[in-house]
């Protein structure tokens, strides 16, 4: 039973496989068309943004998919290649190849490997948790600023001219230099292609369901609207032979399958890419697991973090030996599939059949495409990453949030992606241990009438002078235990009056061992100030561990069930407690 339990926990197919249906089987296949009719010009467009020939875009999103399908448990999750690990692969490839002889492709193949080991021995290892260190704001100023810089990378393909560059400034400067070249024609389509994108996001629906069509169809429609700009855009370019003028056209794409590669695996190569695949994986991963989570939540099903950790590595391994490049959970894709009813992985498996006819058979119908709709189907797709709301709500709560995201967005478009993700996840770790090394503790009182104790700055309580009661709101570790120890020597030194300190520890659910020889040092410099030193409200955990070190041996005080046992005892009304004070566990 153990064995088959793990089996299936480590092969998810075997678990939604078993209980299959026909009207499950139906509702994956239409889904699966309608997502691999937006993932065509997806794939290649991505695979443009990354550097590399456009069939790369298809081979990602072929057989990455069909092993996410065994492997992974969520069961609305499309994954392949999405903007923003493309733009880390591309800024990546670009500083490796100019350090390293290795062809462009071959580095892409390595780091996709790579990625797929470095999320494997995390899945194995239960790391799943690591996405929890990476707060919401920063992850969304890091996703924003990638947005504005996607699709500031495309501007040169909307404006046909050549420029470079990885950050703001750059690309920036390199287009104003250009724009004198810019041609017209390629203007015109790039253009004309993202007002139209637009308007199909916006107002093809309302649309076509005001001329009589039915909501589902017009639905199908909406999410076509990039085929049609492929379509008309490719049409127009071979019938007016546009690629003669200066238009930019995709050019022959290999008619094929995904063909067998392998990754060039030197010493020096994977040394280069190691940090850059550590952070496209993680990156990834956060990007997938937030979609995956969000989505089987709408349908009460539950995803495994470290599960997906192993299923999104066996897909970038997969993308290593067939052509692709670093691939993840993408969000528009996903919610399209989740909206289109997909039901389990199959969906995907599906999808992955349907790319592969695209690639053999419809490859020869894009060679007259133009980068320049590629292009605007990026920027497009990337402008509704951009989160500005967040700014503002971020402003509103929290300034030191707003900080942290505004730092994220401005290093991002300044330093690069690679820097901004660095920061974006040193913040995250900052915002922690400075939230987490200054506890907030409150000095509190008896709500009169009940047997309450609350802050004595917000409430009208009754204190006594010769008990001080502080409420520490937080664990007590390493990196904030000299702030408790600073906060109640600076509390007593005024106040001869004093003569019980208690710690209300409630809220405690952890003291470490530096906590505790705080807290034994504490308690010897009180005791010499004449004042002793008690707890209240120990949680039985807690209690458990302060029972093996030596601080209960020589508390001077005692520790008491209750903050209400406590204050009426110190206060010389033991005889109404009785028994209340404790030294045994809370």
Same mark, same amino acid.
């Given at each position: 039973?153990?064995?088959?339990?793990?089996?299936?926990?480590?092969?998810?197919?075997?678990?939604?496989?078993?209980?299959?249906?026909?009207?499950?089987?139906?509702?994956?296949?239409?889904?699966?068309?309608?997502?691999?009719?937006?993932?065509?010009?997806?794939?290649?467009?991505?695979?443009?943004?990354?550097?590399?020939?456009?069939?790369?875009?298809?081979?990602?999103?072929?057989?990455?998919?069909?092993?996410?399908?065994?492997?992974?448990?969520?069961?609305?999750?499309?994954?392949?290649?999405?903007?923003?690990?493309?733009?880390?692969?591309?800024?990546?490839?670009? &500083?490796?190849?100019?350090?390293?002889?290795?062809?462009?492709?071959?580095?892409?193949?390595?780091?996709?490997?790579?990625?797929?080991?470095?999320?494997?021995?995390?899945?194995?290892?239960?790391?799943?948790?690591?996405?929890?260190?990476?707060?919401?704001?920063?992850?969304?100023?890091?996703?924003?600023?990638?947005?504005?810089?996607?699709?500031?990378?495309?501007?040169?393909?909307?404006?046909?001219? *050549?420029?470079?560059?990885?950050?703001?400034?750059?690309?920036?400067?390199?287009?104003?230099?250009?724009?004198?070249?810019?041609?017209?024609?390629?203007?015109?389509?790039?253009?004309?292609?993202?007002?139209?994108?637009?308007?199909?996001?916006?107002?093809?629906?309302?649309?076509?369901?005001?001329?009589?069509?039915?909501?589902?169809?017009?639905?199908?429609?909406?999410?076509?609207?990039?085929?049609?700009?492929?379509?008309?855009?490719?049409?127009?370019?071979?019938?007016?032979?546009?690629?003669?003028?200066?238009?930019?056209?995709?050019?022959?794409?290999?008619?094929?399958?995904?063909?067998?590669?392998?990754?060039?695996?030197?010493?020096?190569?994977?040394?280069?890419?190691?940090?850059?695949?550590?952070?496209?994986?993680?990156?990834?991963?956060?990007?997938?697991?937030?979609?995956?989570?969000?989505?089987?939540?709408?349908?009460?099903?539950?995803?495994?973090? &470290?599960?997906?950790?192993?299923?999104?590595?066996?897909?970038?391994?997969?993308?290593?030996?067939?052509?692709?490049?670093?691939?993840?959970?993408?969000?528009?894709?996903?919610?399209?599939?989740?909206?289109?009813?997909?039901?389990?992985?199959?969906?995907?498996?599906?999808?992955?059949?349907?790319?592969?006819?695209?690639?053999?058979?419809?490859?020869?119908?894009?060679?007259?495409?133009?980068?320049?709709?590629?292009?605007?189907?990026?920027?497009?797709?990337?402008?509704?990453?951009?989160?500005?709301?967040?700014?503002?709500?971020?402003?509103?709560?929290?300034?030191?949030?707003?900080?942290?995201?505004?730092?994220?967005?401005?290093?991002?478009?300044?330093?690069?992606?690679?820097?901004?993700?660095?920061?974006?996840?040193?913040?995250?770790?900052?915002?922690?241990?400075? &939230?987490?090394?200054?506890?907030?503790?409150?000095?509190?009182?008896?709500?009169?009438?009940?047997?309450?104790?609350?802050?004595?700055?917000?409430?009208?309580?009754?204190?006594?002078?010769?008990?001080?009661?502080?409420?520490?709101?937080?664990?007590?570790?390493?990196?904030?235990?000299?702030?408790?120890?600073?906060?109640?020597?600076?509390?007593?030194?005024?106040?001869?009056?004093?003569?019980?300190?208690?710690?209300?520890?409630?809220?405690?659910?952890?003291?470490?061992?530096?906590?505790?020889?705080?807290?034994?040092?504490?308690?010897?410099?009180?005791?010499?100030?004449?004042?002793?030193?008690?707890?209240?409200?120990? *949680?039985?955990?807690?209690?458990?561990?302060?029972?093996?070190?030596?601080?209960?041996?020589?508390?001077?005080?005692?520790?008491?069930?209750?903050?209400?046992?406590?204050?009426?005892?110190?206060?010389?009304?033991?005889?109404?407690?009785?028994?209340?004070?404790?030294?045994?566990?809370?």
């Amino acid at each position: 039973m153990a064995n088959t339990y793990a089996l299936t926990r480590h092969l998810p197919i075997l678990a939604w496989g078993r209980t299959y249906s026909r009207t499950a089987a139906i509702n994956d296949l239409t889904a699966a068309v309608i997502v691999t009719i937006m993932l065509i010009p997806q794939s290649l467009a991505y695979a443009m943004l990354a550097g590399l020939p456009p069939e790369a875009g298809l081979y990602a999103s072929i057989v990455p998919i069909l092993l996410y399908s065994i492997f992974g448990t969520s069961r609305s999750l499309a994954v392949g290649p999405v903007a923003v690990v493309s733009l880390m692969t591309a800024a990546t490839l670009a &500083d490796v190849t100019q350090t390293i002889d290795v062809g462009y492709a071959t580095a892409a193949l390595s780091l996709a490997g790579l990625s797929g080991l470095i999320l494997l021995a995390m899945g194995v290892l239960r790391m799943g948790f690591i996405a929890n260190f990476l707060s919401h704001p920063v992850i969304s100023g890091f996703i924003t600023a990638s947005g504005i810089l996607i699709a500031m990378s495309q501007i040169k393909h909307v404006l046909g001219i *050549k420029a470079h560059g990885h950050t703001m400034p750059d690309l920036l400067e390199s287009i104003l230099s250009h724009a004198s070249d810019t041609n017209l024609l390629t203007l015109a389509i790039g253009a004309g292609a993202i007002a139209f994108l637009f308007w199909v996001r916006k107002g093809l629906r309302p649309a076509l369901i005001r001329m009589g069509l039915r909501p589902g169809a017009a639905d199908f429609a909406t999410k076509a609207g990039p085929v049609l700009a492929v379509v008309a855009t490719t049409l127009l370019a071979w019938h007016f032979d546009l690629a003669q003028t200066g238009v930019q056209i995709v050019g022959a794409v290999p008619q094929s399958l995904p063909p067998f590669t392998l990754p060039n695996v030197s010493t020096d190569l994977l040394a280069a890419l190691f940090g850059p695949a550590a952070l496209i994986s993680i990156i990834g991963f956060v990007e997938s697991i937030s979609v995956a989570q969000t989505l089987a939540t709408k349908k009460r099903q539950r995803i495994d973090p &470290d599960q997906e950790l192993i299923g999104l590595g066996a897909a970038n391994i997969g993308a290593s030996l067939t052509g692709g490049f670093p691939v993840t959970g993408g969000f528009s894709r996903s919610v399209v599939n989740f909206d289109a009813g997909a039901e389990t992985p199959a969906a995907g498996a599906l999808t992955a059949i349907g790319l592969a006819v695209a690639a053999v058979f419809l490859t020869p119908l894009i060679y007259f495409l133009p980068k320049a709709t590629l292009a605007a189907t990026i920027i497009v797709a990337v402008l509704s990453l951009v989160d500005l709301k967040t700014l503002r709500e971020s402003w509103a709560y929290s300034k030191r949030d707003f900080g942290a995201v505004a730092i994220t967005v401005v290093l991002t478009l300044g330093l690069g992606v690679e820097l901004g993700v660095v920061a974006g996840v040193m913040l995250s770790l900052l915002i922690v241990l400075f &939230d987490t090394s200054r506890p907030h503790i409150a000095e509190v009182g008896m709500i009169k009438g009940t047997e309450h104790f609350r802050n004595i700055l917000r409430h009208d309580v009754v204190t006594d002078p010769s008990v001080l009661t502080l409420r520490i709101d937080q664990s007590l570790y390493f990196a904030n235990a000299r702030f408790l120890e600073d906060h109640i020597y600076n509390r007593i030194i005024d106040d001869t009056d004093i003569k019980h300190v208690v710690l209300m520890c409630s809220a405690v659910n952890e003291i470490d061992l530096s906590a505790l020889e705080t807290l034994e040092l504490i308690n010897v410099r009180l005791k010499e100030l004449g004042i002793d030193l008690s707890l209240s409200e120990v *949680k039985g955990p807690v209690m458990d561990r302060l029972q093996r070190g030596g601080l209960l041996k020589h508390l001077t005080g005692r520790v008491y069930l209750s903050q209400f046992a406590a204050f009426c005892a110190l206060r010389g009304q033991a005889d109404k407690v009785s028994d209340l004070a404790q030294p045994g566990s809370a």
